[in-house]
Structure formats: structure tokens, C-alpha cells
T-cell receptor
């Protein structure tokens, strides 16, 4: 079974631009979560999507948004990029079955550099 | 709300020595606990998890962790480390609402 895939793997943008990142979950997984990882802050939760609906949201400004498609693939968008948005963006998928054994499986991440 | 504290940001250890990476969490309700490892330029990989039952959990690559409810801790241990264990390790808590909270990570460096 293929793992979580994220595209692109690397991205360079300039301040003020916008960017869209893509995540394809493991087949059969219905929940997709996004995290921002920086050296100073560690992993910070952005949001979770389940069945095309945002189910949970972290403490990030409205410039960060996302969506999920009917095939569970998810996209994350960041508008009006700032230097501080430079980070590794990780996507994780899970079955969202509600079972105790629920585990998140992570993709390799998209490394975004804002100049 | 839950929070996770990893007490050591960096842990250097000699090859074949034992290691313990510490993790404490705060929660007033039942939680599920996880340890993930991140190798350079890669995503996170699940090492082990505690859901219920035995408080000693064994994971991949010879790692184990012990859940201590009274001390709200979930420390990760390995009796003998290898060079290949050099990586970033993250402790995480999942609540019943399926939301994960991660610690800030511990960088383990194995010295030959």
C-alpha cells in the first residue's frame, strides 16, 4: 500500500506570493491533518479535514486555509506569504474510524522557503 | 487542553550506550501516547504507541517506552543505541477528539 505523498517536495517563493501544497493520503484513509514544523516551534497543528469538512483547527491566521476533495486528497493554501512561513509542512493521514488504535501516518513533507 | 513536554532538546550518547528520552504530558482525561522518529529530510515514522493495557510498550528498532500515569510520563528507552538511531524524536498525545499534540522534539546524536 502506498504511503502518504506530498507534492511538491521543495518550493521557493517570495514574500507576498501565495502557495498551494498537495497531500494524497493512504488509500482508505479519510482524515488528513496538516502541521507546520519549524526549528523553534516544533510541530504545530494547522487543521484536520474529514469527509471534505474541516474538523479541527489550530491557532494560525486566516492566511492558512485548506480543503479536502471527495477522494480524500487535500490541499493547503497560504496566501500573502511572510518570511516566517518558511517551514516544513507535514501532512498526516488516518482512518478516522474512531477506533482507539487510530494512528497518524506522515508524508515526507514539503519544504517551503520564503525569500 | 493537552500539552506535551520533552525535557531534553538534545541528547548526545555514545554508541552501544543506553538512552532515555523523557516525555511528560498534561491531561485530565484519558489520552493515547505515541513516539515518532524523524530522520533527516524525511517525515515522521511511528516508533510505538500506548493505547491501553500493559504500561510497557515495545516498538520498532529495539525501542520501548513505559507509561506512568501517576507521573504523567511516557519516557522512551533503548538499551544500546546505534549510529543509525541519530534522529529527531517526538512524543505525541492524542485525545478522544482525535487531535494530536506534539512535543518540541529531542535530537538524539549517537557518537561513534
Amino acid at each position: 500500500k502506498a504511503g502518504v505523498t506530498q507534492t511538491p517536495r521543495y518550493l521557493i517563493k517570495t514574500r507576498g506570493q501565495q502557495v498551494t501544497l498537495s497531500c494524497s493520503p493512504i488509500s482508505g484513509h479519510r482524515s488528513v491533518s496538516w502541521y507546520q514544523q519549524t526549528p523553534g516551534q516544533g510541530l504545530q497543528f494547522l487543521f484536520e479535514y474529514f469527509s471534505e469538512t474541516q474538523r479541527n483547527k489550530g491557532n494560525f491566521p486566516g492566511r492558512f486555509s485548506g480543503r479536502q476533495f471527495s477522494n480524500s486528497r487535500s490541499e493547503m493554501n497560504v496566501s500573502t506569504l511572510e518570511l516566517g512561513d518558511s517551514a516544513l509542512y507535514l501532512c498526516a493521514s488516518s482512518l478516522a474510524s474512531g477506533q482507539v488504535q487510530e494512528t497518524q501516518y506522515f508524508g515526507p513533507g514539503t519544504r517551503l522557503l520564503v525569500l | 487542553a493537552q500539552s506535551v513536554t520533552q525535557l531534553d532538546s538534545q541528547v548526545p550518547v555514545f554508541e552501544e550506550a543506553p538512552v532515555e528520552l523523557r516525555c511528560n504530558y498534561s491531561s485530565s482525561v484519558s489520552v493515547y501516547l505515541f513516539w515518532y522518529v524523524q530522520y533527516p529530510n524525511q517525515g515522521l515514522q511511528l516508533l510505538l504507541k500506548y493505547l491501553s493495557g500493559s504500561t510497557l510498550v515495545k516498538g520498532i528498532n529495539g525501542f520501548e517506552a513505559e507509561f506512568n500515569k501517576s507521573q504523567t510520563s511516557f519516557h522512551l528507552r533503548k538499551p544500546s543505541v546505534h549510529i543509525s538511531d541519530t534522529a529527531e524524536y517526538f512524543c505525541a498525545v492524542r485525545n478522544t477528539g482525535n487531535q494530536f499534540y506534539f512535543g518540541t522534539g529531542t535530537s538524539l546524536t549517537v557518537i561513534p
